[in-house]
């Protein structure tokens, strides 16, 4: 079956500095990949779609300079959260589609939880 | 665009017992629909989908949902419940056209021994 890979899992980090999350589809090429964040006990809230060879589409109320994503081929979608602040910390999951398979279905990462001390 | 709402927050059955879970969904076209299940810390697995076809879809672990355009909804069964099946339940919708995919809020399953 399809498989979309993420990692780090985990990462803890200064307040100020910059993370990268990568976010892989495995067996199959994704031409779309989205990035969703999740606060506790809370539901995934969609940040922005990530379309390869293309500008990402950011969700309204979501800051592009902060939350960079590049998805520089069908494989592979970056998410950097520049100059992290504890706010930033949250659980961070990515999805992709595959358009070959065409069943409606996003496959989704094992997301990344980031903490920002 | 579509959205989807869970009904209930929380909740709680006996180990054995039957579990329903409900999701009501708005779409302007016909959709997709998905639950996914979610473990603490872990990414969301695929319980089942709806897209086209056959209304009662069949998925893992024992789950079931039902189309049912009528009524809007999509609810989430399994007859008897076990204690592996304490989780966060998610549905979700997208349209045949796009896979802008859209979550509910959520529900957490508690499983009593």
């Known amino acids: 079956g399809a498989v979309v890979s993420q990692h780090p899992s985990r990462v803890i980090c200064k307040s100020g500095t910059s993370v990268k999350i990568e976010c892989r589809s495995l067996?199959?090429?994704?031409?779309?990949m989205f990035w969703y964040r999740q606060f506790p006990k809370q539901s995934l809230m969609l940040m922005a779609t990530?379309?390869?060879?293309?500008?990402?589409?950011?969700e309204q109320g979501v800051e592009k300079d902060k939350f960079l994503i590049n998805h520089a081929s069908l494989t592979l979608s970056t998410l950097t959260v520049t100059s992290a602040h504890p706010e930033d910390s949250s659980f961070y999951i990515c999805?992709?589609?595959?358009?070959?398979?065409?069943?409606?279905?996003?496959?989704f990462g094992e997301g990344s939880r980031l903490t920002v001390l | 665009a579509q959205s989807v709402t869970q009904l209930g927050s929380h909740v709680s059955v006996s180990e054995g017992a039957l579990v329903l879970l409900r999701c009501n969904y708005s779409?302007?076209?016909?959709?997709?629909l998905f639950w996914y299940v979610q473990y603490p810390n872990q990414g969301l697995q695929l319980l089942l989908k709806?897209?086209?076809?056959?209304?009662l879809v069949k998925g893992i672990n024992g789950f079931e949902a039902e189309f049912k355009k009528s009524e809007t909804s999509f609810h989430l069964t399994k007859p008897s419940a076990h204690m592996s099946d304490a989780a966060e339940y998610f549905c979700?919708?997208?349209?045949?056209?796009?896979?802008?995919?859209?979550f509910g809020a959520g529900t957490r399953l508690t499983v009593k021994p």
């Open positions: 990530s379309n390869e060879g293309s500008k990402a589409t950011y």
């Open positions: 979700a919708v997208t349209l045949y056209n796009n896979n802008d995919m859209r």
């Open positions: 779409s302007s076209v016909p959709p997709y």
């Open positions: 709806y897209t086209t076809g056959a209304t």
């Open positions: 067996d199959f090429q994704a031409t779309t």
């Open positions: 999805s992709a589609d595959n358009r070959v398979a065409n069943t409606g279905e996003l496959f």
